[in-house]
């Protein structure tokens, strides 16, 4: 008797890029809150790097630079109180 179950389909996804190494994106301006926006979650997490796509040396800058921006109270440091 075999326990294998039937296979699905497996999808394809696509790489994805570090917009920062391709220059689509420029970093260390910590007063650009619409970027630094992009990388935070909406309540207020640095999103991992599995989630955005940023390379190991630019999510170390990015963490750095969201991190001087909350401080300065340009990012906040959580959006909203999320209930269930």
Do not use: W
Not at 6 to 22: D, E, G, L, N
Not at 46 to 59: E, N
Not at 67 to 77: G, T
């Amino acid at each position: 008797m075999s326990s294998k179950r039937p296979s699905r389909p497996r999808r394809y996804r696509k790489p994805k890029v570090c917009q920062f190494c391709t220059g689509e994106l420029e970093i260390t301006d910590y007063k650009d809150a619409k970027m630094l926006k992009r990388f935070v979650s909406e309540t207020g997490k640095i999103l991992p790097r599995r989630r955005t796509g940023v390379c190991a040396k630019h999510q170390r800058r990015l963490a750095a630079t969201v991190k001087r921006a909350r401080i300065l109270a340009i990012v906040p440091f959580t959006n909203k109180l999320v209930r269930k």
